[in-house]
């Protein structure tokens, strides 16, 4: 039997193809299940009412979707473009880093301290992906161990910071900062955990990176870039431009959904080792 890579099929067989595997890892958990003694039946009833039709339940999947929302959404970016970005936690982690830096050390009106930290938080998290882009524009380094290895170096930064000092004054036995002011939380939906700014953030992100992607010249570049470099650099086509845009809006993404995981209610706001986890 050969394989063969089909450029564009039909849109049709790829729902089946993603039916086919979702409907393969249900049968292969349901004989989990009943090897363990359980009716698969009454465990995926039961995942279903735990999320669906119980509104607690269901307003925890919206939060936990926010982070993988916007993270999702620029990854979609940097893929179309062949760019393997698996640095994601990494840049996650210094928008943690940035967003946190401005709620406890700068000192802005309640207004401005919010947004400014999401700034923060695009920036360093999109300059953090950049550079692994420009290692393998200039240098050739392949992206996904760039990113890889950066994930770990954005951790120790991270371990470093609330080790020592960023380390919270009345602390004792955890590493935590300090908490952040009231004003530097996000609003949520009254009776839930869920941060609406940050989910409406990313439903509108993810449209706009839809148009980008199918109606303007860079995500047509991007496209190309992606599908065929040659055929890009025969029309001119700056591929290590192109590359380095999408990454500072992937990582920028990341960014801010790291911003999301410190700022959110769901636990005191504030910076802690893993703030790459859900908020």
């Known amino acids: ?9 039909p849109r049709l067989r790829v729902l089946w193809v993603s039916l086919g595997a979702i409907a393969v890892a249900l049968l292969i958990a349901g004989v989990v299940f009943a090897a363990y003694g359980l009716s698969p039946l009454e465990a995926y009833g039961t995942m279903l009412r735990g999320t669906l039709t119980d ?37 996650i982690l210094m928008g943690a880093i940035a967003g946190g830096g401005v709620a406890l050390f ?43 290895m950066l994930n770990y170096v954005a951790q120790y930064i991270l371990i470093y910071l609330i080790n020592g000092p960023w380390k919270g004054q009345n602390v004792r036995g955890f590493l935590y900062s300090d908490e952040f002011a009231p004003y530097e939380q996000l609003p949520t939906l009254p009776g839930t955990l869920v941060h609406w700014p940050t989910l409406v953030l990313g439903i509108v992100l993810a449209l706009a990176l839809q148009v980008l992607l199918t109606r303007t010249t860079l995500g047509y570049e991007l496209r190309v870039v992606g599908e065929n470099p040659g055929a890009a650099r025969y029309a001119g086509i700056s591929i290590s431009k192109v590359v380095l845009i999408m990454a500072l809006i992937t990582g920028g993404l990341a960014g801010l959904a ?6 959110a209610k ?3 706001p504030r910076v802690w080792p893993t703030a790459k986890s859900a908020p």
Do not use: C, Y
């Open 1 to 9: 039997m050969r394989l063969i890579p089909e450029p564009n099929p």
């Open 55 to 91: 509104w607690k339940g269901l307003s925890e999947v919206l939060r936990r979707t926010i982070p993988l929302l916007l993270v999702g959404a620029g990854l979609t970016l940097a893929f179309r473009a062949q760019f393997f970005n698996i640095g994601a936690e990494g840049q």
């Open 106 to 148: 700068l000192p802005l009106p309640p207004l401005l301290s919010l947004p400014a930290m999401f700034v923060a938080g695009l920036l360093l998290g999109g300059a953090w992906a950049l550079l692994a882009a420009w290692l393998r524009s200039r240098l050739g380094v392949n992206e996904i161990l760039s990113t890889l």
């Open 258 to 263: 790291g911003v999301a995981s410190i700022a």
């Open 266 to 268: 769901a636990r005191p």
